[in-house]
């Protein structure tokens, strides 16, 4: 069975899953019951990257979170609202993908995509070492792509309070 346009466009994804927009997303106690009922993790938050994904999905879809039922980015909302083709949304998903993955070959070994964001985010003096500057100038261009295509204005970068 085909999964639903936005079903598809979601399970293509993952940047609200694997740390490229958030570092994490509150859970209800509904979600920790479903979780914790289907043998998985279930803290508060649920840090990110998830622990329920695996490149380029989400492996537990079906019973994720309610905030991650309920999250629309922007390239999803338009392609609801048929502002967007089906082609035009994958692709702005392939070029964020691409993007971010330009960032992560620059980072120093050990480092993931979510600890230099978050680095940048704190203000971490190794976040602005010489040498990670080629990595900040990528990662400043994504984090602009997809401030522009996936982040509602009132999306928080890196933190799911309010997403």
């Not at 859970?27 to 990110?48: K, T």
């Not at 989400?58 to 609202?81: F, H, M, S, W």
Request: glycine share 6%.
């Amino acid at each position: 069975m085909k999964a639903d346009p936005a079903s598809a466009l979601c399970l293509s994804c993952g940047l609200c899953c694997d740390g490229g927009l958030f570092v994490w997303v509150s859970l209800n106690d509904s979600d920790r019951e479903r979780l914790r009922s289907n043998g998985l993790y279930a803290p508060e938050r649920l840090p990110h990257p998830c622990p329920n994904y695996s490149t380029p999905a989400c492996t537990i879809y079906a019973i994720r979170p309610r905030q991650c039922r309920e999250y629309r980015c922007e390239v999803l909302k338009a392609l609801g609202d048929g502002e967007l083709d089906e082609k035009v949304a994958h692709g702005l998903v392939a070029e964020a993908l691409t993007m971010r993955a330009r960032v992560t070959t620059l980072l120093p070994e050990g480092t993931s995509f979510a600890g230099f964001a978050e680095d940048l985010k704190t203000g971490a003096p190794e976040s602005r070492s010489p040498a990670r500057l080629p990595a900040l100038a990528r990662f400043l261009a994504y984090r602009m792509f997809v401030e522009r295509h996936f982040l509602s204005p009132d999306s928080h970068w890196l933190s799911r309070e309010k997403a």
